[in-house]
């Protein structure tokens, strides 16, 4: 090997992250299950952990330290907040609120129906989104634009939904992603430009041979 190939196989290296640029930072206890950070305070991130109940976490100080600050009777297959901190979780025929930062939550029932992704509306803390699917296996969209306090369900196409995405700078436009299975789990991507009202599919091409969406 030439001086010049050492020479760049080197610097290649010495590009790569070192894994000691990771460390754990606990809590100590179940698994963590979903992360999301405080819109209003750049320094708080919350965390859940465990199942039914689920715990949640809370970190002051941008994850260097860890508490535990409430429980709730469930499964949280999601974790989100809202632009006026208000927390929601997203689970099995359930969605779960708290207003107290986890310490306390209401839980609002949506049966028949799995909620594994959850997306706030930028700049309205009353709007938020969620999709998942309905037990006869449709991609199913959820809203509220009342804080939480009561949800649309409607259903999308045939189907399993597994992520939601909000246009920061053009919040009407939602994207919900996830896969139909007929012998494989092939990806699917929706989008709206009118808050959920009508879609579109406007999967990628080539995406047929790809894993679903998540």
């Avoid at 080197?10 to 999301?36: E, F, K, N, R």
């Avoid at 508490?67 to 969605?95: H, K, P, Q, W």
């Avoid at 969620?130 to 509220?144: D, P, Q, R, V, W």
């Avoid at 409607?154 to 920061?168: Q, W």
Wanted: glycine fraction near 12%.
């Amino acid at each position: 090997m030439s001086s010049f190939r050492v020479t760049i196989a080197l610097l290649v290296l010495a590009a790569i992250p070192a894994s000691a640029d990771w460390q754990s930072i606990g809590p100590s206890g179940g698994p963590i299950g979903y992360v999301a950070s405080s819109r209003t305070q750049p320094q708080v991130v919350y965390a859940t952990s465990g199942y039914n109940p689920f715990e949640l976490l809370r970190s002051d100080d941008q994850g260097d330290n860890w508490n535990r600050v409430g429980s709730c009777s469930g499964y949280a297959y999601c974790l989100e907040t809202s632009a006026s901190d208000v927390l929601f979780a997203g689970g099995y025929a359930a969605i779960y609120r708290s207003t107290d930062g986890g310490h306390t939550w209401t839980t609002k029932s949506l049966p028949n129906t799995y909620i594994y992704a959850m997306a706030v509306h930028p700049t309205d803390p009353s709007t938020v989104y969620g999709s998942g699917y309905t037990s006869t296996g449709s991609i199913a969209f959820l809203k509220t634009t009342d804080g939480g306090e009561s949800w649309s369900v409607s259903t999308i196409a045939a189907g399993y939904g597994r992520c939601i995405a909000v246009s920061e700078s053009s919040p009407s436009t939602i994207f919900v992603g996830g896969y139909v299975y007929s012998g494989s789990s092939t990806p699917l991507l929706y989008r709206s430009t009118n808050g959920g009202g009508n879609w579109s599919l406007v999967t990628p091409p080539g995406a047929s041979s790809d894993y679903y969406m998540h």
